[in-house]
């Protein structure tokens, strides 16, 4: 085993970093590249939402997290640290040892993550004796009983025996949030957990999983194309686009001082109730780029209004990501002043 | 409001329902749709049914967008299919025109079909893969035998570009086209033959938020353009505050209320809706910070609906909400609230409405 020991090269403290993460994939047109140099930090109690368009890599990211791109032609790069422990590098059946005790993952199609052959409990035992080889099975099942109750599934001794058809859709999301929580994980990543979900319904899986969180003090990753949601949720929020991260900052200021005019364009471009309605929404002109020819410089030029505010250099260099405000992060050419006039002049009025 | 396009949105018309000049343009009293359920013997004998759609009536006016929103399995897909006749209604009436065209056959109805249009929720299953643009969008003008006046091409093309496409793509293939895209296809498809109605089951909710922006200011243009009525099926109440005149909420099989859209927004009478405003999530961190402490159903307060919606198949007696709702009385089990009107412009059924004159009535416990 390649185990790293405890040394100085843990970067921070943070309970989960990723470090310039690739993850790239060989295919028959030319490398897809899904996730292209992605870096964060989350520490534990902390709440992290990642929000981007269907194809920005954000589902790609959460995978590699946990280990589970298999495939030969997934090229992964960069370091994944999490609590001291770097994954990239590891052995393959660390990373699954580690896979569903200290990390575990919510997916979004709770019909299709689940066994139809088996019954809920059945699965919900598997993933307890999994990493409890010791324990019985009358203990394990005791367990996830334990578990449905906990996410509020009625009658659990009952519905334990039940098939994963015979659960709605909203008690199949709460018997894979059980199932998640099983061996207690550190770090909890959702992918969508609510999108297949109604309103009403998605309110009381994301209660669930804030409740769950306060209780057992996990680090949680939501990923998410609803801004909705990880406003819900969120302590700080990624937004990607292209495969790269272009903003990161806490949630209150990404929504109230937005720096990135992909992130005004996600925000003008939903409907929202809070507010007076708009006689227009304003989209975000374009299409999502494709990851094998990713658009030179910056990823979001092509449909950036204020691409030639930069002089060229969006078409010619890529951006960093920079500090605009204390822990806000951007990637964008123009400069601090000019966002901000604009932000304020153009955009603000419009949200 | 910075916005360089005339304003659509408020109408200092008088709102389509309390105009009695105008003539409904589809008229629906008490429709019915029930799925039967066979058993498992050779008879294969009825021993149940799926009450879909279970009695329901509404009219939409020329020139207006009535949405319909409502939780999955509601009705409001099967609801979208027996307007436009794509299903057989079990029972009640759809007049479109004044006409009466429930129980039409496919060659009475096809002259019909110029007129009211369908867009389907999902871009990938509603384009045949092995056709290419134009023939999906000129698919219409064949089967109608429309003769177009500089030949199909031309008028497939300027569709294309009338939906915001580039009218060279007319030999593409649907998958060399993004979700978005293809979402303008089939929206120029239904445009093609000059409908006076489209019903639009879900238009934008498999597709990006920044391309769903698109797709409804599209849906808006044409609509003030060439004068269409809609008929927008959505679980999104945010994208359907967005496009509707009026909006219709389906529980079960009913429609609890019937609304104007402002009013519906501001002073929702059935705890059901009030229940699903709550429940959308606003994108605004501020809010949940307030949320914490604040009583339900006031400031950011938050009324959470336990349970799941019941099966249509044993629907709840009485109010079908009730066993779900938390004003819930022994008359609701008993009785059936009707839908009445209960102010100009809102109609609603409940026993006890919400947001009345007085308003100490509010909410005060889940």
Known sequence: MTVQPEDARRPGDAFLALRDLRIHFDTDDGLVKSVDGVSLDLAEGRTLGIVGESGSGKSVTSLGIMGLHRSRRARISGEIWLDGEELVG???????????????????????????????????????????????????????????????????????????????????????????????????IADEPTTALDVTVQ??????????????????????????????LADDILVMYGGRCVERGPATTLFEAPEHPYTWGLLGSMPRLDRPLQERLVPVGGTPPSLINVPSGCAFHPRCPYAELTGGRSAGERPVLAEAAPGHHAACHLPIADRHRIFAEQIAPRL | MTDTQPAAVPSPTPSPERDPQRAPLLKVTDLVRHFPIKGGGVLRRKVGAVRAVDGISFAVHPGETLGVVGESGCGKSTMGRLVTRLDEPTGGTVEFEGRDITHLGAAAMRPLRRDIQIVFQDPYSSLNPRHTVGTIVGAPFKLQKVATEHGVKRAVQDLLELCGLNPEHYNRYPHEFSGGQRQRIGIARALALKPKMIVADEPVSALDVSIQAQVVNLLDDLQRELGLTYLIIAHDLS??????????????????????????????????????????????????????????????????LTGDVPSPINPPSGCRFRTRCWKAQEICAEQEPLLELLSPGQQVACHFPENQQSPENQVTTP
């Open chain 1, 203 to 232: 309110a009381q899986i994301l209660d669930l999983i804030r409740d769950v969180q306060s209780e057992f003090g996990s680090a949680v990753i939501i990923i998410t194309h609803d801004l909705g949601v990880v406003a819900e």
């Open chain 2, 239 to 304: 994208v359907v505050r967005h496009v509707s005149d009026r909006v219709a909420v389906m529980y079960l099989g009913k429609i609890v209320e019937v609304a104007d859209r402002d009013t519906l927004y501001s002073r929702p009478a059935h705890p059901y809706t009030t229940a699903l405003l709550s429940a959308v999530p606003v994108p605004d961190p501020r809010r949940k910070e307030r949320r914490v402490g604040a009583a339900p159903g006031e400031g950011g307060g938050r009324i959470l």
């Open chain 1, 90 to 188: 590891a052995d393959p059946d660390r990373v699954r040892r580690l896979r569903g005790q200290k990390m575990a993952m919510i997916f979004q199609d709770p019909l299709t993550a689940m066994h139809p052959l088996y019954t809920v409990g059945a699965q919900i035992v598997e993933a307890y004796l999994a990493h409890h080889p010791g324990g019985t099975k009358r203990e394990a099942r005791r367990r996830a009983i334990e578990m449905l109750d906990r996410v509020g599934i009625p009658q659990p001794d009952r519905r334990v025996d039940d098939y994963p058809h015979q659960f709605s859709g909203g008690m199949r999301q709460r018997a894979m949030i059980a199932m998640a929580l099983v061996n207690n994980p550190q770090l909890l």
